[in-house]
């Protein structure tokens, strides 16, 4: 189970667990993004003899060890990432 759990993170009632899904799953997406591209980056150096790091040591250990759901929940816990309410108009 991954923690903090979601009435940890609904405790204040601001959201339900449907934005939280939601804010999780796009929160995700970025982690995987910020993971590929500090690959290619790291791939990059190394195909052009740039340094003679290994690949893992040149990659964020958070992104390359942990789940991408995992980083998302704990990134909105921690309020690195947050949920905007969009305003409809009436």
Known sequence: ???PSIEELTKDNKYNRYELVIATSKCAHIVTDEYVEQRE?????ITA???????????DPE????????NA????YDGEYGI???TRPK
Do not use: G, H, N, Q
């Not at 980056?41 to 150096?45: D, G, M």
């Not at 929940?73 to 909105?76: E, H, R």
């Open 1 to 3: 189970m991954i923690k």
């Open 41 to 45: 980056e790291a791939e990059r150096k």
């Open 49 to 59: 003899k740039e340094t003679d790091k290994p690949l893992a040591s040149m990659i």
């Open 63 to 70: 992104l390359r060890d942990e789940k991408a759901v995992k």
């Open 73 to 76: 929940i704990k990134m909105l």
């Open 84 to 86: 905007v309410e969009e």
